[in-house]
């Protein structure tokens, strides 16, 4: 066998395909030690490779591969992280807390996909690793970026510390893969690495991580990739976003493509056929979660089926075809030192539990809410009681229940307030359904004069809900509100004729640096999509998901614009499939009211509304307003209205003279008269299915 080549002697020619031998060859190493722990060579020859690799390109700089197991270090750390839109969003996960809500997923599944009971489906059920999500493109089998979730929308471009990852393969290996492949999972940090981090950072003075995923989170954000090499990070694969071909059929069949293309895997996902059985896995991993080397905090189901994932698609922000069950609240007692009542963006009135802090769940809890007047009364809440406090995922802590009622000098009830702590002393009002019942939600009457509503909108805007705008948080805009510098929406992109740039980098807590990305940052937002701008407004009933229902159906801000000042703004809004009498009441008042009619014109000065994209198929019903009724047979109700969506058409709950096409099953009553009174088209299931060419 020939001895390698002294480093020293090579030139351009030969270092480049020893690098790219190197490349291969260690790569083959990393997946049999980390992944099947089946090292090959002894840890000395697995030095001595890498030690090669790194010599040769000190030597040959220009040479250095993407996929350099040395994966770049030392190169200059980043000023910021840029932004990385996500091809297919990354999408969070509904969750269900006992046995009764998964077999409430099971029964939703089956009642879209209209498949009876005794019909075999399956789930895969899998942990869910408590890290931070993340997404990894390859093309061509190299990796070529990777980002955080960030906002689902679009993230940070966490690339050069991705490739830090041991078991991040660089290149992909086997075969088969897709050209385009972007793979999605969980960075985390194994728990026994996680203490032995702690030790030495206790050791050297400084202060512990909270958590392991605070610590995985912290490290996968180092701007300088060098710091994240030298925490050993990992990263489980179990899903992907953008793909140039399928995978596989199944879920369980997509999962082992990942682990044959390099990735790690958990290799506690199990196929289920029934909710018993899926909770039967979930009763074994919750038994084996104290001996694993990663937190959880509960299991995932997914329908196993891919054909029948994209049958049954998304509903807000998340898939119809899949679950979390999270794992019981992490729960603590502590006391109860105060009752406050704080006003929302929409007047609510909220009393919240001010606690002596406590760690619950690994995040220090000093404030809890007790939701209403109605729940701080049943709950017999008051201050000086010893209080069990849960913590359950990202929820808001809550008040569970009072420790020590029976006590004899416990202080008197709370009383609610009859007049919003606001300055301007307005009354409180209880709200009143259509029955004529009082509501459980105590309103401020101040409406936009109230300034604690008007401060709330304002953080609501600029969250990541909102128009995202980063280094403008809740504690900035509380400053600027006091100072009179924004008071509207608008003043954030007037903000540099509102004040002297110069002078807010020398006041408190700012610089040269965090106003450039301030002004940078507002910048970067003044282009925003439609559902994203009708969201950050914060009207009442209109969330995301109602946000996104309204600029599908009218396409841009002109033509919803049109109707919304119009005589027929209700019968147009209640018309749209999805939108409730509360929702289009509330768009109207808001629309109708001239204060915030105002400040939505002057906001519209300095902002741009981007139109939604139209579906890029191009579909023979794109366009057109249909309307379902009577019984179909060949699909449910809701995956119906979902594949129409999806070609493009406006689905309306409701016959017009607008609508195009009904589509009349058996059992079709009046709107399939109406439809005949007003001339409009009407079509079998079979006539529609032809129609958009489903078979």
Not at 116 to 134: C, H, R
Not at 685 to 690: A, G, P, Q, R
Request: charged share 25%; net charge neutral.
């Amino acid at each position: 066998m020939a001895l390698p080549k002294d480093v020293n002697q090579m030139k351009p020619d030969d270092a480049a395909k020893e690098l790219a031998r190197l490349a291969k060859e260690i790569a083959v190493h990393d997946r049999a030690y980390y992944q099947a722990d089946e090292p090959k060579i002894s840890d000395a020859a697995y030095d001595y490779l890498r030690q090669r690799n790194h010599e040769i390109e000190q030597l040959f700089p220009d040479l250095v591969r993407a996929d350099s197991p040395s994966n770049k270090l030392g190169s200059k750390p980043a000023a910021k992280f840029g932004k990385v839109a996500h091809k297919v969003p990354m999408l969070s996960l509904s969750n269900v807390f006992d046995d009764e809500d998964v077999g409430d997923f099971v029964r939703r599944v089956r009642k879209f996909l209209d498949i009876a009971g005794k019909q075999k489906l399956e789930f895969t059920a899998e942990p869910k690793i408590d890290g931070l999500s993340a997404g990894i493109r390859y093309e061509n089998g190299k990796l070529v970026q990777a980002a955080t979730r960030g906002d689902g929308q679009s993230g940070e471009d966490v690339t050069k510390n991705i490739m830090t990852i041991i078991d991040v393969p660089k290149t992909l290996s086997g075969t088969d893969w897709p050209e385009i492949l972007e793979v999605r999972g969980e960075v985390y940090l194994p728990i026994s690495q996680f203490e032995q981090m702690n030790a030495l950072r206790a050791a050297q003075d400084q202060p512990e991580y909270k958590n392991p995923r605070n610590a995985a989170a912290g490290s996968l954000r180092q701007l300088d990739p060098a710091i994240t090499a030298k925490r050993p990070l990992r990263f489980f694969a179990y899903a992907w976003g953008e793909v140039s071909a399928p995978l596989a059929k199944s879920q369980f069949g997509a999962i082992a493509k990942l682990k044959d293309w390099g990735f790690s895997t958990n290799d506690l996902t199990t196929i289920c056929e029934t909710a018993e059985q899926m909770i039967a896995v979930y009763r074994q991993i919750e038994r084996q979660r104290s001996q694993l080397d990663y937190d959880i905090d509960g299991v995932v189901y997914k329908v196993n089926s891919l054909e029948l994932q994209a049958r049954l698609g998304f509903v807000s922000r998340s898939p119809r075809w899949a679950t979390a069950h999270k794992f019981p609240p992490e729960q603590a007692v502590t006391l109860l030192q105060d009752i406050e009542i704080q006003v929302g963006r929409t007047g609510a009135l909220t009393p919240v539990a001010k606690l002596k802090p406590i760690t619950v769940g690994g995040v220090v809890v000093s404030n809890a809410s007790l939701h209403n007047e109605d729940e701080l009364k049943r709950k017999d809440v008051r201050v000086g009681d010893r209080v069990l406090i849960q913590r359950a995922g990202d929820v808001i802590p809550q008040v569970v229940k009072v420790m020590d009622a029976g006590r004899i000098d416990r202080s008197d009830p709370f009383v609610f307030p009859t007049i919003c702590p606001c300055p301007l002393k307005t009354a409180v009002v209880r709200e009143v359904d259509e029955k004529g019942e009082a509501g459980a939600i105590s309103r401020c009457s101040g409406g936009a004069a109230c300034p604690y509503q008007r401060v709330e909108s304002l953080k609501y805007f600029v969250s990541r809900t909102g128009f995202d705008i980063e280094g403008l948080g809740a504690k900035q805009i509380e400053a600027f509100f006091e100072q009179g510098i924004i008071t509207e929406p608008s003043h954030i992109f007037l903000l540099a004729t509102r004040l002297d740039p110069d002078e807010l980098a020398k006041a408190e807590g700012w610089g040269k640096t965090s106003v450039a990305n301030l002004f940078a940052a507002i910048a970067e937002v003044k282009e925003v999509g439609f559902d994203r701008f009708l969201t950050a407004l914060g009207i009442r009933h209109i969330g995301q998901s109602n946000a996104r229902i309204l600029a599908h159906h009218f396409g841009s801000w002109d033509e919803f614009s049109k109707i919304i000042n119009s005589w027929a703004a209700s019968e147009e809004l209640l018309s749209i499939d999805g939108i409730g009498v509360a929702a289009a009441n509330s768009v109207i008042d808001y629309f109708t009211e001239p204060h915030s009619r105002a400040v939505v014109a002057r906001l519209l000065e300095q902002v741009t509304v981007r139109a939604v994209e139209k579906p890029k198929n191009d579909s023979n019903v794109s366009g057109l307003i249909v309307v379902f009724t009577g019984k179909l047979e060949k699909m449910s109700r809701d995956e119906a209205k979902v594949m129409a969506t999806s070609l493009g058409a406006k689905v309306s709950g409701s016959v017009s003279k607008k609508t195009d096409i009904l589509i009349a099953g058996p059992g079709a009553g009046s709107k399939l008269k109406k439809a005949t009174e007003l001339g409009v088209k009407v079509i079998s299931e079979d006539e529609w299915l032809e129609m958009t060419k489903v078979s």
